[in-house]
């Protein structure tokens, strides 16, 4: 994609918290606090660091995005749509029965999405196994993958991070979503994970830790990554704040799973629309 | 089932357990060498999308044959079987097709749900093999993988394969090479008794084979049982008892015509022997498709019981359990009464 100048990547962030919004209001409920904390790191991955062809999703040249956390889905779609990868008007058909916009991404349903998620701690693993078999076929192409801070507490998400640091793999670039939030409850008070970048480093990784909705920083902190010259994998931990864009879902009680009453999706959207570019 | 002891008789020596991987192979036996790795050497030379994988037990997979043959196309991946099985997917998602080994426990156990989704969901081209199925190590229960058909039979897009011998082990690696999608393969590994190559036989995948006939019992087997149940079908010549193997090392997709039309043919007892626990195997496929398609002989099911089994020599845990050939062999006496 076009290098887009900052505005533009906030202009991307505040349409793809839109869709987000629209779709979260097709099922009147949602993962939508994680999608609107998420928006500024995919507006950077999808209009700034990735290159691909939204008209040939399977394109071989492509950076990969792997989305291990499958809940996330509706945040992915919603970048997948502004990306043009997917068809805007597949939009009112996110969560419904035969729909190619699942609750949960799976590989084998969507344009774009290269994985199942899901069943947590997973896709790093096969982010590790693409950037093997990326390597060996010459690929200058990079694996991007996002998971969330709770998916930290899977042992196999460590497995990952071993492998990922002992083959070498300059290839990947893992963006870890800390909102502070799994099902049941704050993720730090879970399963204790910091200091989370002193480990990462301790591991082999090239690591950063950045505030995952300030788009300028994020999008320092994918340059970096992409050009950091040691032959190790690259992780960006995200700090990021749920609900992020819409002040009444910023402040209210944070759980994972949000409801949101009827009449609150079109307060979501104008309060979008009020925060955008003021 | 708590474990039995007793002390040991004075002058009388006991069995040992040997290694965790004792050879199955009888004294005198033809063996054949590292059948599965010499098998992955040869394929690999016209497919260079093959690659191995292993979590730490190269070794003891025989895949060490391919890692010197080809130690650019092998990946160590550590002891840790769930970055074992979502790597192979991930390599597999950019067109490789890895040969993924560890031990059928962990592989069953440990990283079920990596295999589950990783593999057979995304429907990747990942060949997993595994050494120690069922009943063939004495060390006890963490290696003793007496349910992982039933595991794996039960995972859609699962092809399940339970070879016999060597020869069977080479041509199934061919096979599942050749076949586009996941699939589980039982290793016999290290030497590995030759026996098949005395009938004429060729392992194609989802194919049960008549090994031999007799017009007395049918026994449906799989894996190293049928060894077992060519040995008791010589030993029940004796007794004037005709014994048929049908040999069906494709658990999944079951070869359910030829299992059929065997057991259609009357009067005969039909015996399903394998080495797994009598749940879920191949027992079970069978009894439910001649059920199902309202064929109903006389039916038994040697496999392992329903427990965790004790650690001890092979010989002694095949007699215990039924399924050496003498054993067989007297089970089938005693049903024919």
Not at chain 1, 121 to 135: E, Q, R, T
Not at chain 1, 202 to 225: K, L, P, S, T
Not at chain 1, 246 to 263: Q, W
Not at chain 2, 185 to 210: H, I, S
Request: contains cysteine.
């Amino acid at each position: 994609m076009a290098d887009l100048p900052n505005t533009s990547l906030a202009d991307r962030a505040y349409r793809i918290r839109r869709n987000a919004v629209l779709m979260g209001e097709v099922q009147g409920q949602g993962y939508i606090a994680q999608a609107l904390d998420i928006a500024d790191v995919l507006s950077v991955a999808y209009f700034h660091a990735m290159t691909y062809r939204p008209e040939d999703p399977d394109w071989e040249g492509r950076d990969r995005f792997l989305l291990s956390n499958g809940h996330y889905a509706i945040a992915l779609y919603a970048a997948l749509i502004e990306a043009g990868v997917i068809p805007e008007e597949e939009l009112e058909s996110y969560g419904t029965d035969d729909s190619r916009l699942p609750m949960s991404g799976m590989a084998q349903y969507t344009p774009g999405m290269e994985m199942s998620g899901g069943s947590l701690g997973i896709g790093l693993s096969i982010a590790v196994g693409k950037c093997l078999g990326l390597k060996r076929k010459g690929s200058p192409s990079f694996v991007y993958t996002l998971f969330s801070d709770g998916e930290l507490d899977e042992g196999s998400v460590w497995e990952a991070i071993m492998a990922a640091a002992h083959h070498k793999l300059d290839n990947l670039i893992a963006i870890v979503d800390i909102n502070n939030m799994q099902a049941d409850g704050p993720s730090t008070q879970m399963m204790g994970f910091e200091p989370l970048v002193p480990k990462l480093e301790a591991f082999g990784w090239y690591a950063q830790r950045v505030n995952g909705n300030d788009i300028e920083a994020v999008r320092e902190a994918f340059d970096r990554a992409r050009q950091h010259p040691l032959p190790q994998p690259r992780m960006i931990v995200a700090d990021t704040l749920m609900g992020k864009g819409v002040p009444f879902l910023e402040t209210r009680d944070k759980s994972h799973f949000i409801r949101i009453e009827a009449h609150e999706w079109q307060l979501a959207l104008a309060a979008l629309d009020a925060g955008r570019n003021p | 089932m708590k474990p039995v002891f007793s002390p040991p008789t004075p002058g009388k020596p006991r069995l040992t357990t040997s290694a965790m991987i004792a050879s199955i192979a009888a004294e005198g036996q033809a063996t054949k060498p590292a059948p599965f790795g010499h098998a992955l050497v040869a394929l690999a030379e016209s497919r260079p999308d093959i690659v191995g994988m292993t979590a730490d037990l190269s070794k003891y997979t025989d895949l060490h044959i391919f890692a010197k043959a080809y130690p650019d196309r092998f990946y160590q991946m550590g002891m840790a079987e769930q970055i074992l099985f979502g790597a192979a997917s991930g390599l597999a998602s950019e067109g490789f097709t890895p040969f993924a080994t560890t031990y059928a426990v962990f592989a069953s156990r440990r990283a079920y749900d990596f295999i589950h989704q990783t593999i057979a969901e995304e429907d990747r081209d990942v060949k997993i093999v595994c050494a120690l199925p069922g009943l063939t190590s004495g060390y006890g229960p963490s290696h003793q993988a007496a349910e992982d058909l039933a595991l794996f039979r039960a995972m859609p897009n699962m092809v399940v394969v339970d070879p016999c011998d060597a020869l069977d082990t080479e041509q199934a690696t061919a096979a599942i090479a050749a076949h586009k999608g996941p699939a589980y393969m039982r290793l016999l590994r290290g030497n590995v008794p030759l026996v098949l190559d005395a009938y004429d036989y060729r392992f194609e995948l989802g194919k049960a084979k008549l090994l031999r006939e007799g017009r007395e019992v049918l026994v449906i087997a799989s894996g190293i049982l049928t060894m077992r149940a060519l040995e008791a079908a010589k030993l029940l010549e004796a007794d004037k008892i005709g014994v048929a193997v049908l040999h069906c090392p494709t658990i999944k997709p079951l070869d359910v015509a030829t299992i059929e039309a065997e057991a259609r043919r009357s009067g005969r007892l039909v015996v399903v022997a394998e080495n797994h626990t009598e749940i879920g195997g191949l027992g079970e496929a069978v009894a439910r498709h001649l059920m199902t398609a309202g064929v109903h002989p006389t039916f038994r099911h040697i496999a392992l019981p329903d427990a965790f089994m004790a650690a001890g020599a092979l010989p002694t845990l095949h007699d215990r359990y039924g399924i050496s050939a003498e054993a067989i062999g007297a089970s089938i006496k005693g049903w024919l009464g």
